[in-house]
């Protein structure tokens, strides 16, 4: 139940907008899809790509879209989601069947930024979760989306309208949805996404610093390694904004993840074999759920 | 220059050794391939599959193998290994161009076993650096091993023909070989396989943890996510032994990490971005490395 007429307008044209940007006009979701883009290489390059019809302002942006998507990171959101209600508000009748929404990986903050604002119900919040460890237009790409969850927050908050909307526009995109309140959504994802990404990181810094004495350190990396450290390679820019949003629920983690990490030390100093076993063997229960 | 008339013995047929024996028949380096295997389920399974010719005794294997491989846990290689070169002595004329070899992950001890045994130089010491999280007869599969590199330790300890040999094998095998001591390698492997493992286990226990909460929390199990705790699903019969044998790198390499961590952790607690954007950045170089 595709609508030719949607006009898209995406802010932020990376990796998560540009690979959105494809599917919906590709899938006829959108008639046509305007891009907002502040960094002058990248509007560039997504122009030139192709990824977007045509790169707008802001201003033109939000006056012709019909649905307008925020995929700048959650920093930015927080300040920009506002303005857009607002700038909806002064179109007047123009603007009362416009609908934003964010795409950002944390939405306890953003959410409560516009609790209040009288055009609330314009504002579905949304975490497609996908995506890969590269960034810019030139990492966009189709199909990005397939068959992965999308979180929607909070859609008791939206008008159920534009909730039916958002959940056609995610169908174009082969996701499923599911629904959750701002508070657990951001708990559930600095278990399944947010500690993934540091202990990454941290796994990149201890094995760079030995690379500092031992050039051919790498030689060995095999495949299991590429894959624990691959998220480290991620977005500074993305991921700043989202550890500092979400920085409760992510230090609980962190804690618990550095007490299993001291209890496997623990055993490895004390060449406590059961210990290991013991620790070893619960955590491949992770085979029930990961296949 | 693969030789038709190899007699092939493998010693343990899980993941590495049941692959082994797949490439090293199907390719023409291995004659027959004879398998040794304690585990009863796992004997029946191998030669249901057809990964040897026959499953044999110990000795049997010993006496009529030209090349013996070890491809059990660590753990068990280093009481097995000093038994077949004694095994290669009692045998006379017949047992002087046996070569026997292992595959395990940790080196300096094992090596350490048979520093001194007056066969000394018809052993190899190997790395094959494949792999997958799976483990069994069952696992095994063609083509593991091609293309990734394997790392021969010591090799002026082992007689030439030996290594020659040996190099054929793994040709046939389509790795790269690599050569080091095997202090060294167990330096190297701590910090490209070890620590990828152990950061996977503690990861995997993290959120099983939250699990006992959070039913649902799995839904959302991304990409990333599953990457980084894969490794989590590895056998302890295999990673036990590993962990202890190459105790102090291990410890080494988990104590920087965890120094890591708590920068992060820190960073986090401090809402500290300038802090959080050098650290990202730094790991960000394992760009250049890991594609």
Redesign the interface.
Known sequence: MTNRTNTVGIIGLGLIGGSMAIDLKKRGFAQTVLGVEAEPVNAAAAEKIGLVDRVASLEECISLSDIIILAIPVGGAVKLLPQVLDMFSSLGEKGSDKIVIDVCSTKENLTRTVRYHPLRRQYVATHP???T?YSGPWAAMPGLYDG??C?ICDSEESAPKAVRKIEELYDTLNMRT?YMNSSNHD???A???H?????????????????KD?KH??????????????????S?DM??PI??QN?DN??R??????E??????DA??E?D?DK??E?????????R??R
């Open positions: 979760m996908a995506g460890e992965h969850a979180i599911i708990v559930h994802t278990y399944v996404s500690i993934s990404h540091v202990t990454s990181f941290a796994l990149a810094l201890t094995v760079l610093d030995k690379e031992e350190i790498f030689d060995l990396a095999s495949g299991g390694f590429s894959s624990t450290v691959r998220l480290a390679k991620s500074p991921w700043i550890l500092s920085r992510v230090l983690v962190m804690d618990t993840y550095i299993k990490m001291k209890a496997f030390r490895v100093d060449s074999e290991l076993r620790l070893m063997t619960e955590a491949n229960k992770i085979r759920i990961i």
